[in-house]
C-alpha cells in the first residue's frame, strides 16, 4: 500500500506502461513508413527507462529512510 | 487530426491513473487541514515540480507556443526576467513571512498582518479570478477539442470537469498536486520528441537561423524602441512593467502557486521550493516557445505548416502546437502529445478549484460565517465547495461560448486585479510603518489605476472606452505599462495614508515584518541546501542564457 501511495512508484508505472505501449505498437502498426515506427520506438525505449529510474529513485529513497528509521 | 485505437487508450490510461491518485489519497483525508493544506506534509521534489506544474496550465503550454511564433525568442522574457527573480524573491526574503506566520493562505497574511476588511478584499477577488479562470481553461479545452479532435464540445466539458472533480473530492489538494507532478512529467516527455523532431526537420541551427527573421532570433536587440522588435516594448516597461510589477505580483502573491510552496514541511524546504522549481523554469522556453520557433522555420521550408485565420481574419498563433503535434506526430506518440494538452487544462483547472476552496473554506467561511466549526465540519464545507467551484467553472465555461469576449474581459479585469498586490504586500513585510488603512486604499486605488489606464488607452484595438490620451504600439506594452501604473499607485496611497494613519504596535507585527522579525541564519553550509546560494546559481544561469540569445 505505501508502494501505492509514493509518487515515484505511480509516476515509473505509468511511463513503463506508455512506453511499452508506444513500443508495441511500433512492432505492429500497419503504417510501416519507417519514421513512425522510429518515433514511436525511440520514444517507448526512453518512456520505458524513465520508468525504470523513477522506481530505481523510490527504492534508494527506501533504503535511506530504512536506514535512519 | 484523426486518433487511432492506440491515441485513445493512452488517453484513457491518463484518466484512470489521476483518478486513481484520488482513490489511493482518500484515506489520507480525515481533516479539513488534510483536504485544504495537506497538513504542511508534502516533500520537497513534489512541492518544487507541483510549484512550477501548477503555473504550467494551457495558457502557458498553447500560449508561448503562439507567442513564440508570434514574437520569436523575445518570449523568453516571460521566463528569464519574468518569472526567475521574482521566485528567488519569494523563496529568499518571502517564504519566511508566509510560512514562518503560520498563514494557511495568501490572504490570511493579509488579516495577520493587516487586518479583516484588507483580508477579505483580496480573498473575494482572489475566489472570483480563480475560479472563473478554472472555467475558462474547460472552455479553451472544449473548444481546442472540438476544433483540433472533432469531439463534442459537451462531451469535452463534462469528462473533463467530471474527472477533476473525482480526484479533487477525494484527495483534496494532495491530489491536486500529485496529479501536477504526474502532469509535468507529462508535458516535458509528450512535448520533448516534437521539439527534437520538428529542429531536425527545420535544419537544426542553421535551418533556424537562415529561414526565421532576424529580429525574432535576439532577445535584447531592437529594445531601444518598439517598433524596432517584434513585441512592441521598450527597456524600461519590459523591466519594470514585466520584470518588476507582474512578475513579482504574480509569482509573489498569488495563492495558486504560493500554496504549493506553502505546503512544504518545514520552513527550509518552503524557501527552496520556488527556488528549486527556478531550474526547470528558465529551461522551459525549450519546450514551450521553442516550437513556435520552429514552425516559423518549416513554414518557410515546406507546405501545409500555415497557421488558419480566426473570425476576425487574423492569424490563429494558438493553433501553433495542436498544428505541429498533427503534422510531425504519427500515431502513438501523437495519443501522449494529446494527453499532455489535456494534462495542460486539467491541471490549470485543478490548481485554480483547490486554491479556490483554500480561499473560501478558511477566508470567507471560517472568517465570517462559522468561527469555530470542528475540523470534520470544515472538511465537509471544503467537499462541498469543491463540487460547487467545477459547477461554477462550468458555468462560466458554457457563458464563455456565448460570449467569446468574456474571456478577454475576465483576463483583463483580473490583471486589474493583480497588479497592485505586490505594493501592498511589499510595503507591508518590508515597511513596518504600513498600515491597514494605507494598504486597503492602496489596494483600491491601484486597481481604480489600472482600470483608468485601460480606458485611457489604446493598443491593437482594444481599450480606450473613457477616452483616448495615448497608443501603445502593442497590446503586451499596454499590459507591461498599466502594471506599471497600477503599483506606483498603489504604492504612493499606501504610503500617504499609512502616515496619516496609526500603524500597529510593534510587538503585534513580529514574525509578519523584516525588521521585526528574527533573522534565520542559513545553517546549510552546502549550496543545494541554501536557498540564497541556489538563487544566486539560477539567476546566473538566466543571465548566461541572456547573454547568449542576447
Known sequence: MNKLLDLRFVIGLFFLVVGVLLLGYSFVSENKARNVTEVNRWCGIVFILFGVFMNILRKSADKVNDKLS | MKLHLIDYLIIALYFLFVVGIGFLLKRKIKTGNDFLMSNRSIPLWITSLAFISANLGAQEVLGMAANGAKYGIYTAHFYWIGAAIAMVFLGVYMMPFYYGSKARSVPEYLKLRFDEKTRTFNALTFAVMTVFS????????????????????????????????????????????????????????????????????????????????????????????????????????????????????????????????????????????????????????????????????????????????????????NMTLPLLLSKLYPSGILGVGITALIASFM??????????????????????????????????????????????????????????????????????????????????????????????????????????THGLTVAEGKGGWLGHVHTFYSGVSQAFNIAGIAFIACFLVTVIVSLMTKPKKDEELTGLVYALTPKQHDRAKVCYKNPLWLGMIVLLIALVFNIILY
Open chain 2, 347 to 452: 491541471s490549470g483547472m485543478a490548481g485554480n478549484v483547490t486554491a479556490f476552496n483554500t480561499v473560501w473554506t478558511f477566508d470567507i467561511y471560517q472568517s465570517h460565517i462559522n468561527k469555530r466549526a470542528s475540523e470534520k465540519h470544515y472538511l465537509t464545507v471544503g467537499k462541498i465547495t469543491t463540487v460547487v467551484g467545477v459547477l461554477i467553472s462550468i458555468m462560466t465555461a458554457y457563458v464563455a461560448k456565448g460570449f467569446n469576449s468574456i474571456m478577454d474581459l475576465l483576463q483583463l479585469v483580473f490583471s486589474f486585479v493583480n497588479a497592485p498586490l505586490f505594493a501592498t504586500f511589499f510595503l507591508g513585510m518590508f515597511w513596518k510603518r504600513t498600515t491597514s488603512n494605507g494598504a486597503f486604499w492602496g489596494l483600491l486605488s491601484g486597481t481604480a489605476a489600472a482600470t483608468l
Open chain 2, 134 to 317: 478554472s472555467g475558462i481553461s474547460l472552455y479553451a479545452l472544449a473548444m481546442l477539442m472540438q476544433t483540433v479532435l472533432g469531439w463534442n464540445f459537451d462531451v469535452s466539458i463534462w469528462l473533463a470537469a467530471g474527472i477533476v472533480l473525482v480526484y479533487t473530492y477525494l484527495g483534496g489538494l494532495t491530489s491536486a498536486v500529485y496529479n501536477e507532478v504526474l502532469q509535468f512529467f507529462l508535458i516535458v516527455l509528450g512535448i520533448a520528441p516534437l521539439v527534437y523532431i520538428g529542429f531536425h526537420l527545420a535544419g537544426g541551427i542553421s535551418g533556424i537561423s537562415n529561414n526565421v527573421a532576424h529580429a525574432k532570433l535576439h532577445i535584447w536587440k531592437g529594445m531601444d524602441s518598439p517598433e524596432h522588435n517584434p513585441m512592441g516594448v521598450d527597456a524600461f516597461s519590459l523591466i519594470f512593467g514585466l520584470g518588476f510589477v507582474q512578475s513579482f505580483g504574480y509569482w509573489c502573491t498569488d495563492f495558486l502557486v504560493v500554496q504549493r510552496a506553502m505546503i512544504s514541511k518545514n520552513l527550509n524546504s518552503a524557501r527552496l521550493t520556488p527556488i528549486i522549481a527556478g531550474f526547470p523554469k528558465i529551461i522551459m522556453p525549450v519546450i514551450v516557445i521553442l516550437p513556435g520557433i520552429i514552425l516559423l522555420a518549416l513554414q518557410k521550408q515546406f507546405s501545409g505548416f500555415d497557421l488558419p485565420v480566426n473570425a476576425n481574419g487574423a492569424t490563429d498563433y
